[in-house]
């Protein structure tokens, strides 16, 4: 995977987001956000964890990978220290059972 599909947490966020700490909500998702309009070559057609596209309206958040392929960022998660961990996105029910 390349930095350019998996989106990191620090991005969203500002900071780098602490193993465990809880990731954010966000939404409602705009019609012309990238997770609702997607292409034949989109790898995030979907939640992953139910399998349903993303829709306009919907609310999601980011569940963390961990450090991907990055040795310096692998480095510091051995280490116990904060890295930037690739984060896939999920809708927010599916991540917190939460249906609001
Ligand atoms: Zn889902």
Same mark, same amino acid.
């Given at each position: 995977?390349?930095?350019? @599909?998996? $989106? =990191?947490?620090?991005?969203?966020?500002?900071? *780098?987001?602490?193993?465990? @700490?809880?990731? $954010? =909500?966000? %939404?409602?998702?705009?019609?012309?956000?990238?997770?609702?309009?997607?292409? @034949?070559?989109?790898?995030?057609? %979907?939640?992953?964890?139910?399998? =349903?596209?993303?829709?306009? #309206?919907?609310?999601?958040?980011?569940?963390?990978? #961990? *450090? #991907?392929?990055? $040795? &310096?960022? /692998? +480095?510091? &998660? /051995? @280490?116990?220290?904060?890295?930037?961990?690739?984060?896939?996105?999920?809708?927010? +029910?599916?991540?917190? %059972?939460?249906?609001?």
């Amino acid at each position: 995977m390349s930095d350019d @599909e998996v $989106p =990191k947490l620090q991005s969203i966020s500002g900071r *780098p987001i602490l193993p465990g @700490e809880a990731t $954010p =909500k966000m %939404g409602p998702l705009a019609q012309n956000h990238s997770l609702v309009v997607t292409t @034949e070559a989109s790898r995030w057609q %979907g939640c992953p964890a139910c399998r =349903k596209p993303f829709a306009t #309206g919907d609310f999601v958040t980011l569940v963390a990978l #961990g *450090p #991907g392929d990055d $040795p &310096a960022e /692998r +480095a510091r &998660a /051995r @280490e116990g220290r904060p890295y930037n961990s690739l984060a896939i996105p999920v809708h927010w +029910a599916c991540s917190t %059972g939460e249906e609001t």
